[in-house]
């Protein structure tokens, strides 16, 4: 059995980092932060946002150059995110239990590696498959297949923790149980996880003694 766990907004409370950033970056040239920039944007790998801003906000700057910026913006911001509740806790619980776990994030490489390590997580895990080098989003069954074939193990065998309905779909399609986790600032798609998801849940406290792991 293996455990694949998202970092932002699952393990990690960082999502308003990239509104942040993301609004500090439309701010600079007179754009408002709206709902449809914010669906082209969220969840997604950077290299794909980057190509959706410059078409969708007509921008002259090249997509290297918007990355770059954005990284600016986010320069030291992981290295003081906080863990979200229960994380570590659970984390311990199926290390004590021998289930092996991995990380699969959108996440820049840099960044997840600064907040992993600043929060003493990184031993936890066995690897991480970053989407971006992968360049396949996270609501693609493949990326998920790979993930898998990366561990040597069976979809069918793998859960997923993730708080992007989208990215469950994904792993859903590959064959794996998901587990989707809260996280307020997309806690409009609750319902919708509710619905999908073999299991919801709003913290990883949740998930403590005396009740069981999934298995």
């Known amino acids: 059995m293996l455990y694949l766990f998202d970092m932002?907004?699952?393990l990690i409370d960082s999502n308003g980092i990239w509104k942040d950033v993301d609004s500090a970056f439309l701010a600079?040239?007179?754009?408002?932060?709206?709902?449809?920039?914010y669906e082209g944007v969220a969840h997604t790998i950077f290299p794909l946002a980057a190509k959706f801003t410059k078409e969708f906000c007509h921008l002259p700057e090249s997509e290297e150059a918007i990355m770059a910026e954005w990284m600016d913006l986010a320069q030291g911001l992981y290295a003081n995110v906080p863990v979200k509740p229960g994380v570590r806790d659970y984390l311990r619980q199926c290390q004590d239990r021998g289930i092996r776990m991995a990380v699969v994030t959108s996440s820049v490489p840099e960044h997840c590696r600064t907040?992993?390590?600043?929060?003493?997580?990184?031993p936890f895990f066995e690897r991480i498959t970053f989407a971006q080098e992968l360049g396949v989003e996270k609501k693609d069954p493949a990326l998920w297949r790979k993930a898998a074939e990366l561990a040597n193990v069976a979809p069918e065998d793998c859960v997923m923790f993730d708080d992007s309905i989208a990215a469950c779909r994904g792993a859903h399609a590959a064959g794996m149980r998901t587990v989707g986790v809260y996280d307020p600032y997309f806690a409009g798609e609750e319902a919708a996880m509710r619905d999908f998801c073999d299991e919801y849940i709003r913290s990883f406290q949740e998930l403590l003694e005396p009740r069981n792991c999934l298995d």
């Open 8 to 10: 932002d907004g699952t």
């Open 28 to 37: 600079r040239r007179g754009l408002p932060y709206t709902k449809e920039y």
């Open 115 to 122: 907040a992993l390590s600043h929060l003493q997580l990184l």
